[in-house]
């Protein structure tokens, strides 16, 4: 387990979440969606389209965000992710997952089609967190998720901007750029446009390209694409792949912002 732990991850936030109708007319009826800010998204879907919500929650309310899965690399492989999950029948990853049956309810049929959704590729080898937004809603997934996908509860990790909003922030120094200007693995110079992943163990200097250290970590998994997790070279520790992509990625404010601008426009784009 990388040092993170269940600790928040600081970086843009990209998850695919599962409403519950708590309205008695229409208790039951799910939605699964895209966000990048689950607070405002929940407070949309219950406003209405005036407010931003999707046209199938509208006037249905009130909603409640009971589970959301995050960790995702980018917006495109959430919703590639939210895609499949509405549409399990049309993705040819879930051709073994059945069909709802008549007495299933589609809250427990949605948790279905996201159990096995988590153990089937490529979503299998993403650095996902599974969490549970009511613990009263909780079910016991079947099959449970890979073992370095942590099931979390509570409130999502605070998001980028909003960590460095406290006076009390004490961000770590930067590092000597000019003292690891190549890369630790092919000691080639990084390009302006790619940053170097970053050991984030307190005291490892290690700096390295994406794909150098993609395959150091891979030697041990010569079949796959993508590494779960690896033994960083310079201080010898365990270290989660998606704990060096976050940190690689965090504190880019303009494009989260530009996210959220654009989230109503894919949300949208993906109902009509």
């Not at 699964?32 to 929940?42: D, H, S």
């Not at 000691?187 to 940053?195: I, Y």
């Not at 365990?238 to 303009?254: Q, Y």
Request: include cysteine; charge should be neutral; glycine fraction near 8%.
């Amino acid at each position: 387990m990388g040092p993170a732990g269940g600790a928040a991850r600081p970086g843009p936030f990209f998850g695919v979440y599962l409403l519950y109708c708590l309205n008695p007319r229409h208790r039951g009826r799910v939605y699964v969606g895209f966000t990048v800010n689950p607070a405002r998204r929940v407070q949309q879907h219950n406003g209405g389209r005036k407010k931003g919500g999707a046209w199938r929650t509208s006037g249905r309310g009130p909603w409640e965000m009971v589970l959301i899965v995050h960790g995702f690399p980018s917006a495109v492989a959430a919703l590639r992710f939210e895609w499949a999950w509405q549409h399990p029948r049309a993705s040819r990853r879930l051709a073994h997952v059945g069909p709802r049956l008549r007495s299933e309810a589609a809250f427990a049929f949605h948790l279905r089609v996201l159990a096995h959704m988590l153990r089937a590729p490529p979503w299998a080898r993403l650095p996902l967190t599974v969490r549970w937004l009511r613990a009263d809603f909780r079910r016991e997934l079947c099959p449970p998720p890979p073992p370095h996908m942590p099931l979390a509860f509570g409130p999502p990790p605070p998001r980028a901007r909003e960590r460095r909003a406290g006076p009390s922030a004490d961000p770590e120094p930067e590092r000597d750029r000019d003292a690891d200007a190549s890369c630790a693995l092919c000691a080639r110079s990084f390009q302006d446009e790619e940053g170097p992943l970053c050991c984030p163990h307190s005291g490892c200097r290690l700096r390295a390209h994406m794909i150098c250290l993609a395959e150091e970590f891979l030697q041990e998994e010569p079949g796959q694409l993508l590494p779960l997790e690896g033994q960083c070279p310079g201080c010898k520790n365990s270290v989660l792949w998606g704990d060096l992509i976050w940190l690689c990625r965090m504190g880019n404010e303009e494009e989260e912002e530009d996210l959220e601008l654009e989230e109503e426009h894919w949300t949208d784009m993906l109902e009509t």
